[in-house]
């Protein structure tokens, strides 16, 4: 006896085209570049994309730290000398409307001491796109037009204090990130330039260029860090002006912060020398700098950009560790690094606490970097699990 055919189960609309969505998906990863992948990665590490974020939002304050900053870093007032920060209101009783509380000024009749309190009887009014200190920017065409600031010139607004001069802490904070940050920047550049031609000499040489190489790389990292820098930075001619400084202290950075990059690219070379494709160029008639910098080095370029990423909050750290022991920039120069070094008086640093903002500057900045270069370091090999 046969039995009765069983009815088709007609498969859900929703479940074909899940099916069909996750079949497109499986084709274009089969498809796609490594550096698609590299970034499909990377934007599912939330704390990278996080970081990198801030990063971004950094450098575009710095990049436009004219505009941005209420005043000119060389702004001051001596009648506001350690004045508080004070908050920035939003609304009042007749609606939307920035405004600040002025201050009212106390003076310690045993200390002759001058305090500050925030009076709000007194109302200042702040406006975006405000008029304020002209200056020029980048060098360019003069302005006078800030993102914030108060509505009539000469008013107090310190929104993260003032320094003993007088000077609003926001305003320097947001120049110094321009200084701290490109010197991250350029000196990284530096790093890749000494430890990619290097340690790609050393790995694809080898025998007696290899030995010469890493005996010196071996030299530099036996050396104690801060006192090497203290010395070449003490080095540096007093006369010079503050650019000739900056560079001066950028190139003493990537002197000393190439040894581990050249490391990585000279294991990494070692490890491709054998492989077919290089083999094949050379085959092919290809010169061996062709070789190393058409074939190899992008072979394992994210790893290299991991490397430099990770590396720029070390810079970051050594120029703001020498300035603050007085060894780096130097004033009129504002970087973090000086900044802090307002802080170095105990005295002062109970007065005014706030002066220690630059270092909180620091730690965001740092942590941000760190950040995306460990999510750029896990996304540099998609196939990886």
Request: glycine fraction near 8%.
């Amino acid at each position: 006896m046969t039995e009765p055919p069983q009815p088709q189960i007609q498969e859900e609309p929703e479940a074909r085209q899940q099916a069909t969505e996750r079949g497109e998906r499986e084709a274009e990863i089969y498809v796609a570049s490594q550096w698609k992948l590299v970034w499909w990665r990377f934007r599912k590490h939330r704390l990278a994309v996080v970081g990198t974020v801030i990063v971004i939002l950094i450098y575009l304050i710095a990049l436009f730290a004219e505009f941005v900053a209420p005043f000119t870093p060389d702004a001051f007032d001596a009648d506001y000398t350690y004045a508080p920060p004070q908050r920035l209101h939003f609304f009042d009783k007749d609606g939307f409307g920035l405004y600040v509380y002025g201050y009212s000024t106390k003076l310690n009749e045993e200390t002759l001491v001058r305090t500050f309190q925030v009076d709000e009887s007194k109302k200042v009014p702040v406006r975006l796109f405000a008029h304020g200190n002209s200056y020029k920017m980048w060098g360019l065409f003069e302005t006078d037009l800030h993102l914030l600031g108060p509505v009539e010139k000469g008013e107090p607004m310190y929104l993260l204090g003032a320094n003993d001069q007088g000077q609003d802490m926001l305003s320097r904070i947001i120049f110094g990130a321009r200084v701290s940050m490109s010197i991250g920047l350029v000196g990284v550049a530096l790093s890749f330039i000494f430890g990619v031609f290097l340690g790609g000499i050393s790995g694809y040489y080898a025998g007696a260029t290899d030995t010469v190489i890493q005996r010196l790389i071996e030299l530099l990292m036996s050396i104690p860090t801060l006192p090497l820098w203290l010395g070449l930075s003490a080095a540096l001619p007093p006369e010079w002006s503050p650019l000739r400084i900056y560079f001066g202290i950028t190139i003493i950075l990537s002197l000393i912060g190439w040894t581990d990059l050249a490391r990585v690219v000279r294991g990494r070379f070692l490890s491709l020398r054998g492989e077919d494709f290089v083999m094949a160029a050379e085959l092919d008639g290809s010169s061996k700098p062709r070789i190393i910098l058409r074939h190899m080095l992008p072979s394992f370029a994210s790893h290299v950009i991991a490397s430099l990423t990770l590396a720029v909050p070390a810079m970051i750290l050594a120029e703001t560790a020498l300035s603050f022991l007085g060894l780096g920039l130097q004033p009129p120069i504002v970087s973090w690094g000086v900044l802090l070094q307002e802080a170095q008086n105990i005295r002062s640093l109970a007065t005014a606490p706030w002066l220690l903002l630059p270092g909180f500057a620091v730690i965001i900045a740092v942590l941000a970097l760190n950040f995306m270069g460990d999510g750029l370091r896990d996304s540099a090999d998609p196939y990886a699990r």
